[in-house]
């Protein structure tokens, strides 16, 4: 059963709305401060959790490179050969590319 709670004096209730006791009314009856219940057991969002940080927009590099064709299985298959054939096993992404357009360019000729 879903069960509210007082943030500040922790009283609960089987509804959602304002604590009448921590709840500042006027003379009139009327609300001046409210204090809203929230929902038992649910994560409270604020700027300390670490959830509210904002995604930033992918810059057009990024979704140009999101949206590019993708290597097929035997053209991936190629450049892992092409690798193993150098033993390329520890390097940079650079040192791979290198390796690669080698391979490729004395492919062509």
């Not at 922790?10 to 609300?31: F, H, I, M, N, P």
């Not at 140009?64 to 991936?76: D, F, H, I, S, Y």
């Amino acid at each position: 059963m879903k069960t509210w709670v007082c943030p500040q004096c922790s009283a609960e209730a089987l509804y959602k709305g304002l604590c009448r006791d921590c709840t500042e009314y006027s003379e009139d009856g009327k609300v001046v401060n409210p204090v809203a219940r929230v929902r038992e057991g649910v994560h409270v969002h604020d700027e300390n959790c670490g959830h509210l940080t904002h995604r930033q927009a992918p810059t057009l590099a990024q979704f140009r490179a999101a949206r590019r064709p993708k290597m097929t299985k035997k053209q991936m298959k190629a450049y892992y050969d092409i690798l193993e054939e150098a033993n390329f096993t520890e390097g940079t992404v650079e040192d791979a590319r290198e390796i690669l357009v080698n391979a490729t360019i004395s492919e062509e000729e």
